[in-house]
């Protein structure tokens, strides 16, 4: 009789091991807002010089963040706000070519994020500030069938980390990378 009960005590242990739950997701609230944001390659930029047509442009960032602009030369926008731009072209602008040039740059389009894995449309779409997995998801075009809805890995462009069991309000920045797991049943 001992031994009966022995073996249905390391059973259960051994079903309720089984059972445990995973870890809790893990939760993010790093969101980047558009004042915030630090321009890099795939940005799409417009600068605009008021009564200035031949100083008004768009661009797009390629890996070395910098543009020749018209009269200043070399412009580093890589790892700098629109609005450090802004000032950087109004301050070089009044040294002898403009008296008081009115500047505005702003983000035409951000650089992408990538969904892959078990999502109805995998692809890269633009980062919009506020991005969270769920938006990610949602433009993705949803889950299919085969997904597993928990097994959600996040790799971070800026390290290159791979964050597994991410919860769905976790932030995702331009160049990350969403993983939708499959499930097996």
């Known amino acids: 009789m001992k031994i009966m009960n022995l073996c249905v005590l390391v059973l259960l242990s051994v079903l309720l091991a089984g059972c445990s739950s995973s870890p809790p997701p893990l939760k993010d609230d790093t969101t980047v807002n558009a004042e915030q944001y630090l321009l890099g390659a795939g940005d799409t ?14 661009v797009v960032l390629d890996n070395s963040g910098a543009i020749n602009y018209p009269y200043i030369g070399n412009l580093v926008l890589k ?11 109004t301050q070089r602008l009044r040294k002898g070519y403009l008296l008081q040039p009115m500047v505005t740059v702003n983000i035409a389009e951000f650089r992408k994020f990538y969904v892959s894995g078990e999502i109805e449309n995998p692809n890269g779409y633009a980062y919009e500030p506020g991005m969270t997995v769920e938006k990610a998801i949602a433009l993705g075009g949803g889950f299919t ?8 890995s996040l790799r971070k462009a800026s390290t290159g980390e791979l964050l597994k069991n991410v919860d769905v309000t976790h932030s995702v920045h331009p160049g990350d990378i969403l993983i939708i797991g499959m499930g097996f049943f």
């Open 45 to 58: 930029v417009n600068i605009n010089v008021a009564n200035q047509p031949d100083l008004t442009m768009r």
């Open 79 to 89: 790892g700098k706000t629109a609005s450090q731009v802004d000032a950087e072209i």
């Open 145 to 152: 069938d085969r997904a597993d809805r928990k097994d959600l």
